[in-house]
T-cell receptor
């Protein structure tokens, strides 16, 4: 079965640079979520989109922005990168069509961002 | 403030025996709970979930138990297999909110 696709898988940037992470949800999934996982930490929710509209917001820095496009893929844009932004960034998707499993989020493999 | 707590960072069991992973939560508004399994360099893989209206959900070798009064849930894996060795995350969500709140994970090692 098709899974969530994230690109790139690895990204190295310098401080103050910008980065764009991409996420392609499972086909027919309408909701996309972004999480950040620091070393030895649990995933922290950043932001989510449903039907191309922002639906929930967590601890996302103002330097970050995200959007969901008409084909349901999403991009996380990160500017003025800091050393502390180095982390694994996961995208997850779900479908609200099936109410019995609408809370089940399926995760991509993640993008490992290293800021030097 | 950690709303979802997995107090055991690691657990080691013998192949064929039962693995019991525990999770506690503090937010009584959580109404849906999930377990994820994570291998290094991969994203979390959904295992099993339970709604707060139930106290047990079973799927093959995996069973999740929910004790609402104690704000406690557990994942039972029977029988445990070496391929089950991974980090297991407990997660919770609150009705109307989409974000998952994760525990810090328990590293399970199943020895042959």
């Amino acid at each position: 079965a098709a899974g969530v696709i994230q690109s790139p898988r690895h990204l190295i940037k310098e401080k103050r640079e910008t980065a764009t992470l991409k996420c392609y949800p499972i086909p027919r999934h309408d909701t996309v979520y972004w999480y950040q996982q620091g070393p030895g930490q649990d995933p922290q929710f950043l932001i989510s989109f449903y039907e191309k509209m922002q639906s929930d917001k967590g601890s996302i820095p103002d330097r970050f922005s995200a959007q969901q496009f008409s084909d349901y893929h999403s991009e996380l844009n990160m500017s003025s990168l800091e050393l502390g932004d180095s982390a694994l960034y996961f995208c997850a998707s779900s479908s609200r069509q099936r109410t019995d499993s609408s809370y089940e989020q399926y995760f991509g493999p993640g993008t490992r961002l290293t800021v030097t | 403030d950690q709303q979802v707590k997995q107090n055991s960072p690691s657990l080691s069991v013998q192949e064929g025996r039962i693995s019991i992973l525990n999770c506690d939560y503090t937010n009584s508004m959580f109404d849906y709970f999930l377990w994820y399994k994570k291998y290094p360099a991969e994203g979390p893989t959904f295992l099993i979930s339970i709604s707060s209206i139930k106290d047990k959900n079973e799927d093959g070798r995996f069973t999740v138990f929910l004790n609402k009064s104690a704000k406690h849930l557990s994942l039972h894996i029977v029988p445990s297999q070496p391929g089950d060795s991974a980090v297991y995350f407990c997660a919770a969500s609150q009705g109307g909110s989409e974000k998952l709140v994760f525990g810090k994970g328990t590293k399970l090692t199943v020895n042959p």
